[in-house]
């Protein structure tokens, strides 16, 4: 095992890894930015590095700054975190050619499956349904209008590189494909440096369904089952749970399967997910793969009772992953709410500020995952998330409860965050009926 985790991020999942490394006995650094100076999550860590100015260019993504702050305090690994350099390929060889173990997948593990044709390849290969469209990278628009004709429109355009929304087009005919494949590519060029893009079926109406995984480096892989987050707003999602609503277990059994089919025909270690949409008659066609633990993984860790960062820490470290697949049963149904410092009313706008009252539920089935506390100043710097609330119960309807109590207890003062809307969401009539598709909340907030 290793004896010192630099953990390469901030906020809650910075608390997140601290705690897996205590629960260890493993000492954790964590390195900080002059916007997260005095932050309380850094007093719980054994070392805290200053690591230079807000900015996260020169902060939480300057690989020469965390190499330092690694080489300086003897960490033996980092981990990542999600966002920052948690898919960095270049900062996990960095790693490698440092002799400071990465707790993640291996620089080609992570290539391999973050680009999205490579990605589809190797699911094609291992009989994962993906959608149908162009085998790779379009060549030429001829090539690509003969495609889109063949599978029918609508057909959207997809950056290779891309992710989670970034730099896709959806068109409707060809007049649509021939005007948009040039702007994509040069879109794809500049935001990721990677001018590859491909085509596929476009389907209008989706459940976006996940499948979490953790592979070890013996070539074992091993799913925690689906997460269903259709609940987003521009691709940033708000509510996450599993298992997912409605799947019959046949369908549920079989895209878990695929997916761990697939991170083991990519010799992948760590935690990955698999992402899917599932159309009304639960058809599954994968998207692409995340090579990072995920913010949701709390409700994946709830109804399996697997601590996904401490077997992220362990598999990296070399040992197997110490389950089977058929020790893995999911117990009862588990929500998430993402707390972000935002005013939903102003369309979202982050709202950070000084936290004056902070009091986190609590009781049974209830778990706050944030670095928050009375008096913290939420930076303007970063991403919104303030916190996650997770519950966990013995089915939906009982979960939406506990939710539902758990906001209550919930008071976060003065600034604006999303907790009126989940209180809304946890009595809309559509999400407790459950199976609400993609665009469920667009449509809500039109209202
Ligand atoms: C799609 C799609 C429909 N058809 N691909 C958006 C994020 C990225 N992961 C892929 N995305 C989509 N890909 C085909 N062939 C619709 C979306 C999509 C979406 C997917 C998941 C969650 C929310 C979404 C919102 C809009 C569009």
Redesign the pocket.
């Known amino acids: 095992m290793f004896q010192r985790i630099l953990i390469a991020n901030r906020g809650e999942i910075a608390l997140r890894v601290i705690r897996a490394c205590r629960e260890l006995g493993v000492e954790c650094v964590c390195v900080y930015s002059k916007a997260d100076e005095g932050a309380p999550y850094l007093e719980l860590a054994d070392e805290a590095v200053c690591i230079g100015p807000g900015p996260a260019r020169e902060s939480y993504l300057d690989i020469p700054r965390i190499i330092a702050a690694a080489e300086i305090t003897s960490a033996d690994a980092i981990h990542p975190g999600y966002g920052f350099l948690a898919e960095n390929a270049h900062f996990a060889e960095v790693c490698r050619d440092c002799n400071i173990e990465f707790i993640g997948p291996s620089p080609e593990a992570m290539a391999r499956l973050g680009d999205k044709v490579s990605a589809k390849r190797i699911a094609r290969e291992a009989k994962v349904p993906v959608?149908p469209g162009t085998d790779g990278a379009i060549d030429d628009l001829d090539e690509a209008a003969e495609v889109a004709k063949k599978i029918g429109y609508p057909v959207?355009i997809k950056a290779s590189a891309g992710?989670?929304?970034r730099g896709?087009r959806i068109c409707r005919n060809e007049h649509e494909l021939r005007q948009n494949v040039s702007s994509a590519r040069q879109e794809a060029e500049s935001a990721f440096g990677n001018g590859a893009v491909y085509i596929?079926?476009?389907?209008e109406s989706?459940r976006?369904v996940e499948v979490q995984i953790i592979g070890d480096k013996h070539g074992n892989a091993v799913h925690l089952y689906e997460r269903d987050c259709?609940v987003?707003r521009r691709?940033q999602k708000l509510v996450e749970e599993a298992p997912a609503p409605h799947v019959e277990p046949r369908r549920r059994d079989e895209v878990c399967k695929a997916a761990a089919k697939l991170i083991k025909k990519a010799e992948y270690s760590g935690a990955a997910t698999v992402?899917f949409?599932m159309d009304d008659k639960q058809n599954f066609?994968m998207?692409?793969v995340n090579t990072r633990v995920q913010v949701e993984h709390p409700v994946s860790e709830m109804i399996t009772g697997v601590d996904i960062v401490r077997t992220m820490i362990l598999v990296a470290s070399g040992e197997p992953i110490p389950f089977k697949q058929r020790d893995i049963k999911i117990r009862g149904h588990a929500i998430e709410c993402r707390i972000n410092a935002e005013d939903p009313d102003r369309n979202f706008a982050p709202f950070p500020g000084k936290i004056t009252r902070f009091d986190p539920p609590g009781g049974p089935g209830v778990r706050m995952d944030t670095h928050c506390v009375a008096g913290y100043v939420v930076p303007p710097t970063y991403d919104s998330m303030i916190g996650k609330l997770i519950v966990h119960d013995d089915d939906r309807r009982s979960a939406i409860t506990r939710m539902e109590r758990a906001l209550d207890e919930l008071h976060i003062e003065p600034i604006k965050t999303t907790v009126g809307l989940h209180r809304r969401l946890m009595q809309n009539h559509a999400f407790i009926e459950g199976g609400v598709d993609?665009h469920f909340l667009e449509r809500l907030l039109k209202k």
């Open positions: 959608f959207i992710g989670g929304g896709m596929e079926k476009f389907l989706a976006h259709s987003q691709h992402e949409l066609y998207l692409e993609i």
